[in-house]
C-alpha cells in the first residue's frame, strides 16, 4: 500500500524538465530503448544516465538487458495501482494535445 | 494554458513531506485559518510559513485576508483546469482511506 513517503518519493522524481517529459514518453507503458533518438534533449548522455537512474531508484521504471540491448519501461498498472490517476494527471493535460 | 514547466513548479511545490500534507488538508476547496491546529506538524511556525509561502508562489494556493486573519485557499478550480487530475491524484489514494 502506497504511504505519503512514497509518493512524496515519486513526486520528487517527476519535479524535474527531462525526467518528467521522459515519463510522458513512456506513458505508452511499452519498453522504450535507452539509446533512441526520442531521447535527444539536448543533454549528455551521462546525464540521462542520471535521470533514469533517478526514476528506477524511485519506483517509476524497470531497465529491461536483452542481449546487449537496455529498454526503460514506466511501471505502468504498479504505478495506477499505487497512485490512481498520478501519470494520467502527468501525461494528458490541456498541454498536451500542442505539444506532442 | 498550461505548460511543461508550470507544472513541473507545481510537482517542485508538493514534491514535500509537509507541503503535501497541507494540499491535502486544503483539497476541500475551503479556506482554512493558517493558525489552526489542523497545521500543527511538529515543526516551526517559521517553517511552516515558509512552506506557505513556496505553495503560495507555485500558484497552489492563495491568501485570503480579513480583519487581522489570514486565511489559506487552494486554487482547486484553477488547479482542476490547468492540471486536469492532479489534485485529486495527490488527495485520493489507496493510503488516504487509512491515513485520514
Chains 1, 2 share one sequence.
Request: charged letters at 25%; proline letters at 4%; aromatic letters at 4%.
Amino acid at each position: 500500500m502506497a504511504s505519503d513517503h512514497d509518493l512524496v518519493d515519486v513526486l520528487r522524481a517527476v519535479a524535474d524538465p527531462i525526467r518528467l517529459r521522459i515519463v510522458q514518453t513512456l506513458a505508452d507503458g511499452r519498453p522504450h530503448g535507452k539509446c533512441g533518438t526520442h531521447w535527444d534533449f539536448g543533454v549528455h548522455k551521462s546525464t540521462m544516465t542520471h535521470h533514469f537512474r533517478i526514476l528506477r531508484e524511485a519506483g517509476l521504471t524497470r531497465t529491461i538487458v536483452t542481449g546487449r540491448s537496455h529498454s526503460i519501461q514506466l511501471c505502468r498498472e504498479e504505478l495506477d495501482a499505487r497512485f490512481p490517476g498520478l501519470i494520467d494527471a502527468l501525461t494528458a493535460g490541456p498541454d498536451r494535445e500542442t505539444h506532442r
